[in-house]
């Protein structure tokens, strides 16, 4: 069914939607209801393992823009095949890729939910599945939009949130109205200078001497800290003095070769406003339960 | 707060629409926060009158040397040092984190840990917290803890604290047994002591260490212990032992009890048939 | 058992040293440690058994269903070795007993053949210091989990010892008449039955009479397990589990459950 489809059977009887029983209760219990299954796609090509090994060639010295940490050799020796320097750098161009990928995806869902009339779109799911080889990164949002029970025009531009159901009827007597979904990528990567290489490779030390002092990686220690910090920054830089909550963080290192690694933050949560205090909670009930 | 929004409203339908409309009406006015908490634990959390504040991270990796893995006897030092290395800076990261963000502690914290040939890595993820708008503590002072946030408001009402995490390791290389042993034992039940020794003292050696990381943080229990251990993926004569879990002590003058009541739940138990156990 | 459960490794002794110091370990949940709290005990350590075993062979003769009383044994000893070392440790703790009590097999490698068996469980001891352990003297062992261990002492009942049997079978293979004469019929095979039957009740009978020793009423929650190990898939073993129980004098707190639906996902 086409968006144009849906669009004209809004006001009809049916609808579509990807909650669960207890989510769809709880959906009619907060005075929503459903009014379809809306989503949005973007695929990007992204160009990140061509300009990978660009990098290598170009001086350390090149234009910063965003993280730059350079890594001097401190030997003096020269070889071929020793490395005399070493940088983290910020891969701006793979995040504003997965910006752009995001921010088209959930635009699209969002148009879909704003010609169904709704007032905000639920249960939020996305997946981004790379092809790799083609280099091409596809983003997809899906989520059950809603609208106020009996209301048949929306005001505004629909929230968003990953919550559904019960949870987000918990949100609300906690006192926050959801906003939108926020989701954020760090992309850092490390060439490796001659001792971090040495490093990774196992150090010179042996393995005999038993009290051999183990060392620190201080090259990627500094990227996998900057990468974490730099997610959430962007994710903040979204907020506009809201919170976000149920932030889900994964980072992931990937090594093409030895001394090149690639460090991947992707973060996601709900950015929801305080509209009300928190209610303390009446102290619970402890339960055993049988079974 | 111009909207009327009555959170106490039984009427749920109507707290949703004055919720929505006054998110819509006005723009935020507090502190922007971070946390990976759900609502439920944010909840738990307040009840207990804490706070979430930020979302913190840390993480170290330690280079070991080369040739450690090949065969040898006994403990492998180095790797038992690297792997609490980076568990002590990770850690202290986290900390550092939390105490910039103007917290108390760390909840929730996903421990991940990776055990390579030449390195290891520990990375650790966690919502910085504090008492309701209380003020800074040094670094020193604030723990990490992976409880979750409703662990910790359980133990907190029972009159508990986390003090932080305590983690101990080990590893060892399996000895090896002579030809002439192998062909004896071949037909045999028997049990191989010198193996059990092995592997039983390099899990002694990994509590041992946690034990002691416990006491040096005076603690009096470490709860909710997470055991990994056996063969090295890339070196099957090696083997590992990490264990790590959350140092607790009492912070009132006694244990409060919970006094649990029992509940029979008329949900559909959710079991699945397995054809191994035939349960 | 045998003459190597009393000797604990050195790194053992030491540890258990800092644990009678008043430090406690436990891989209980916290709401088990809170239960186990409830029921009156407090946990002291963390306690574990290992032992290493080479379970060799024995000759299985194709065409019979047999126990393999060699390889019963083995598996047997290994596991009460495992027990006993775990339970030497809660004593020397001071433990009145242990809960959560896991029983694991790995599999190394290095070893062919040899499988190690390990026990890993929380010694607990009671609050009001009198004694629990059961009628032999020594702590008592029970796999139930914090929250059935604090069920079970509302109900009257003490955990008295993690009770086990076990038994390995072979299970004959068809001869090639047999199989031809029954392919594509839905037929039940007699000795398949017969031997399953005999195996479960063997490894059962074992359990209620290791229970029988320790004077219990009864065993609660018997789980019966069925392992090929590293055997192939006609040599079986048939492991049965469950905590032997005794009444107590203590009076019965038992309230009527309350009925709740669970609005979580």
Known sequence: MSVADQSGDARSESFTSGLSVSDFAAVLAMGLEPVGLVQGFCAMQSSSYAVGSLQRNLSPYREARGYVENYQCPHGMVAGEHRMWGQNYEQYWVEETWNQGFASASARMLDEATRLGAVGVMGVVDTQSTLAGAGVTEFHFRGTAVRLAGTDSAPSTPWTTYLSGQRLLKAFEAGFAPVSIVTAVASVRVWAYCITEYLLGGGGISAWSQDASTVEIDQVVRAQSQARALVRASARAQLHGDVLQGVDLIATQHEYEHGDIEIQCLLRGNRARRVGDFVPLRAPDATVRLS | ?279 | MTDHANDLPEATEHRLEELEHGLFTSDLSVNEFLLVKEAGFHPVGLVMGSSIYHTGIQTRKWSQSQELTKLTEAMYNARELAMNRMEEEAAELGADGVVGVRLDVNYYEWGKDAAEFIAVGTAVKAEDGVSRRNKLGKPFTSDLSGQDFWTLSQTGYAPQGLVMGTCVYHIAHRGLGQTLGTTGQNVELPNFTQALYEARELAMTRMQDESARLGATGVVGVRLEEKSHQWGSHTIEFLALGTAVTKTGEPVTLAKPTTIISLDN
């Open chain 2, 1 to 279: 707060m111009s909207a009327p929004f009555d959170p106490t409203a039984s009427d749920a339908r109507e707290l949703v629409r004055t919720a929505l409309a006054s998110g819509a009406a006005e723009r935020a006015t507090g502190a922007a926060t971070t946390s990976d908490l759900s609502i439920d634990e944010e909840l738990n959390l307040h009840a207990i009158g804490w706070e979430s504040v930020e979302l913190v991270t840390g993480y170290s990796m330690f280079s070991t040397p080369v040739g450690l893995w090949s065969w040898g006897q006994g403990e492998i030092v180095a790797a038992a040092q690297a792997h609490a290395n980076a568990f002590r800076m990770a850690a202290a990261r986290i900390s550092d984190e939390a105490a910039a963000a103007g917290a108390h502690g760390v909840v929730g914290v996903h421990v991940e840990r990776a055990v390579h040939p030449s390195y290891t890595e520990v990375s650790l993820i966690g919502t910085a917290v504090r008492p309701i708008g209380a003020g800074r503590v040094p670094a020193t002072r604030v723990f990490a803890s992976d409880l979750s946030a409703r662990d910790f408001a359980r133990l907190a009402a029972s009159g508990w604290e986390p003090l932080g995490l305590a983690v101990g390791a080990s590893f060892v290389y399996a000895p090896r047994r002579t030809m002439g042993a192998v062909l004896q034992q071949q037909s045999q039940n028997v049990e191989l002591a010198n193996y059990t020794e092995a592997i039983y003292s390099a899990r002694e050696l990994a509590m041992e260490r946690m034990q002691r990381a416990a006491i040096d943080l005076k603690g009096t229990g470490v709860v909710e212990v997470k055991i990994v251990e056996g063969p090295m993926a890339f070196a099957s004569h090696a083997v590992g032992f990490a264990m790590w879990g959350t140092v607790v002590r009492l912070a009132g003058s006694s244990h409060q009890n919970v006094e649990p009541t029992m509940v029979v739940s008329l949900d559909d138990a959710a079991l699945a048939f397995d054809a191994a156990t035939l349960e």
